[in-house]
């Protein structure tokens, strides 16, 4: 069973470049869901699709952050221009939209350094 | 305004001794809460759940405790074994927001062998 598919796993990068993060869900999910992780702020939900599309972007913290979902198996998530506090480790996730009952399925992250 | 904290970030404690992982909560619409565990360069995975209208889940060596009035809850594993070592996220959901779940900033238990 394949799970949640992200890629690249380390993305290493200057400032003022563009980053361009992958994500293959699970297939079945029609919830999508990209997460931002830090020491400072923890586990920060950034945005989350329903059936493809964008349901809740208040958490992108800012307009050089943007999501696309173009279909069911695949999310991007793009930071143009990059700067080094955007450095973290991005998790997408999926689940069974429905109710609140489906535990959501992590891959095991992107790790993002801005040099 | 943090909805779900976790006022612990770390826990240590010896092997075959219980480990209680503590998670509270403001928003009263929260239905559904959730236990993810995350090992180093690795997601989170799914561990435990439970419902509001319920007070106790179990799940073999893990146990969640749900004090409504409290806005509460807790994680008890026990055993604790050193494979236990890891972060525990506790999350809530409810069911106008559909999937989503909003996380607390994860408790690090250490299990001593």
């Known amino acids: 069973d394949a799970g949640v598919i992200q890629s690249p796993r380390h993305e290493v990068t200057e400032m003022g470049q563009e980053v361009t993060l992958r994500c293959k869900p699970i297939?079945?999910?029609?919830?999508l869901f990209w997460y931002r992780q830090t020491m400072m702020r923890g586990l920060e939900l950034l945005i989350y699709?329903?059936?493809?599309?964008?349901?809740?972007d208040s958490g992108m913290p800012e307009d050089r952050f943007s999501a696309k979902m173009p279909n069911a198996s695949f999310s991007t998530l793009k930071i143009q221009p990059s700067e080094p506090r955007d450095s973290a480790v991005y998790f997408c996730?999926?689940?069974?939209?429905?109710?609140?009952?489906?535990?959501?399925?992590f891959g095991d992250g992107t790790r993002l350094s801005i040099l | 305004d943090q909805q779900v904290k976790q006022n612990s970030p770390s826990l240590s404690v010896q092997e075959g001794r219980i480990s209680i992982l503590n998670c509270d909560y403001t928003?009263?619409?929260?239905?559904?809460f959730l236990w993810y565990k995350k090992y180093p360069a690795e997601g989170p995975t799914f561990l435990i759940s439970?419902?509001?209208?319920?007070d106790k889940n179990e799940d073999g060596r893990f146990t969640v405790f749900l004090n409504k009035s409290a806005k509460h809850l807790s994680l008890h594993i026990v055993p604790s074994q050193p494979g236990d070592s890891a972060v525990y996220f506790c999350?809530?959901?409810?069911?106008?927001?559909?999937?989503?779940?909003?996380f607390g900033d994860g408790t690090t238990l250490t299990v001593k062998p």
């Open positions: 996730a999926s689940t069974l939209r429905g109710n609140s009952n489906q535990p959501q399925h």
């Open positions: 699709f329903n059936n493809n599309v964008p349901i809740d």
């Open positions: 297939s079945g999910h029609n919830s």
């Open positions: 999350a809530a959901s409810d069911r106008t927001n559909a999937g989503k779940s909003t």
């Open positions: 928003n009263s619409m929260f239905d559904y």
């Open positions: 439970i419902s509001s209208i319920k």
